[in-house]
């Protein structure tokens, strides 16, 4: 059983996916009574958004929710965070190429999110899309099995 398990999210530009997944991956733990045994993050595979806030259509789709913005700004991932996180989870199978590119070879488990559901697929970028339901539901499903698999593991 880990003390502390750090988990960080990627996507493209860290203003859509990403900050998504860590709002409500934070608001998950929180309401099973985990929060003191997570570290939640996230982080940008490109320079596009570096700095910027959450997309409205995050912020709104959260709000709409229930579910709180953790305080964010857009960042870059880096190589230093495949050794500090414990799980590095992207949105596609872009990102995953970029993260692998970035991080090298490194301690962290990285793949997609997606990939700990029934269903393992890619999560739309709503940036094109536009559709923040369905890249919320996405996110909520991915994020709730990838805790059960933590559960199922022992792993908290």
């Not at 953790?70 to 799980?87: I, S």
């Not at 970029?98 to 488990?109: D, E, F, K, N, P």
């Not at 994020?143 to 792993?155: G, H, I, K, P, T």
């Amino acid at each position: 059983m880990a003390d502390h398990i750090r988990v960080l999210f990627v996507c493209h530009g860290n203003i859509c996916r990403s900050p998504m997944a860590e709002s409500y991956f934070d608001f998950l733990v929180r309401q099973r009574g985990y929060a003191g045994r997570f570290s939640v993050s996230s982080a940008a595979t490109h320079t596009d958004e570096l700095g910027n806030i959450p997309h409205y259509g995050t912020r709104e789709k959260l709000a709409a929710e229930g579910i709180p913005l953790v305080p964010h700004r857009a960042r870059l991932l880096t190589r230093q965070y495949g050794a500090e996180q414990d799980y590095i989870l992207g949105m596609d199978s872009e990102n995953l190429r970029y993260m692998r590119r970035i991080l090298g070879s490194c301690r962290a488990h990285t793949g997609l999110l997606l990939d700990y559901s029934a269903r393992p697929r890619a999560i739309a970028d709503p940036w094109y899309t536009g559709n923040f339901d369905e890249t919320f539901s996405d996110i909520s499903e991915g994020c709730n099995a990838f805790l059960e698999y933590l559960l199922r593991e022992r792993l908290i």
